[in-house]
């Protein structure tokens, strides 16, 4: 936990908070923080600051909010639409958009989904909610991304989802065959999207190239989602000044 998020519903008038579980054991056995030791903190949606600790044991730590005035960093210029992976590795990718700046993504049902996935405990709203929580206190930002669900390729582009997210950007398919060797630091939106682990068929690549995808390769090894998304995003990102 590189920072403390605290939503504004749990501030009192006077800026202080309690926080339990995870978080107060996380202050207590690895910051070590005594009262009037200060611990990094950001306002959920809003900025970055300090706040001071009151009390702190390991199951409870009573704070109060200093300050929340730095903004928090800017967005990637990455926009991921992503197959339903496996429920693993989607808290695994939750957890890698929210740290990485990522403020919009969609997942969508492949032909190699599961349906499944769909039911798995991980997709409940409070449960996604927890994982972009934790992603953004890796990444020390408090901006939750906004994400999107469809249910088949089809409602993704004949929805006007695919033409809103790729309108002005660069829009790629990670897809190793018949394809262009991946950019490096693309300026501009780039929309990103990343098949199941067994790949897309030639169907959906054909769909995505009909609606302007420009299928793009990284090498012939075949990654995890996670892993697919976070070097590509990597490999893809530009600087906050280009």
């Not at 800017?74 to 197959?83: D, G």
């Not at 199941?196 to 995808?213: H, I, K, L, Q, S």
């Not at 299928?215 to 600087?239: C, D, K, Q, T, W």
Request: charged residues 20%; hydrophobic residues 40%.
């Amino acid at each position: 936990m590189n920072l403390l998020i605290v939503e504004e519903r749990d501030l009192a008038p006077d800026g202080v908070f309690t926080v339990g579980g995870d978080h107060a054991e996380h202050i207590f056995c690895i910051l070590h923080a005594k009262p009037g030791d200060v611990v990094r903190t950001g306002v959920l949606g809003g900025g970055i600051g300090t706040a001071v600790v009151l009390e702190s044991t390991r199951h409870s730590a009573t704070l109060r909010l200093e300050r929340a005035d730095k903004t928090p960093p800017p967005p990637s210029n990455i926009l991921p639409v992503i197959a339903l992976p496996r429920p693993q590795s989607f808290k695994k990718t939750l957890h890698f958009i929210a740290s990485s700046g990522i403020r919009r993504a969609v997942f969508f049902h492949a032909a190699k989904t599961e349906k499944s996935y769909w039911t798995s405990s991980c997709m409940a709203p409070d449960a996604i909610r927890s994982v972009l929580i934790e992603g953004l206190e890796q990444g020390c930002t408090t901006i939750l991304p906004e994400l999107a669900f469809v249910r088949s390729l089809r409602e993704f582009f004949n929805g006007g989802l695919s033409k809103q997210l790729t309108d002005g950007a660069t829009a790629l398919i990670g897809h190793p065959v018949d394809a262009a060797p991946c950019p490096v630091s693309v300026p501009g939106n780039v929309v990103l999207a990343i098949g199941p682990e067994g790949g897309f068929t030639p169907d959906e690549v054909a769909a995505f190239r009909d609606n302007g995808y420009a299928p793009v390769s990284f090498g012939p090894h075949i990654l995890r989602v996670e892993f697919a998304l976070s070097y590509l995003a990597g490999r893809l990102a530009s600087s906050p000044e280009s």
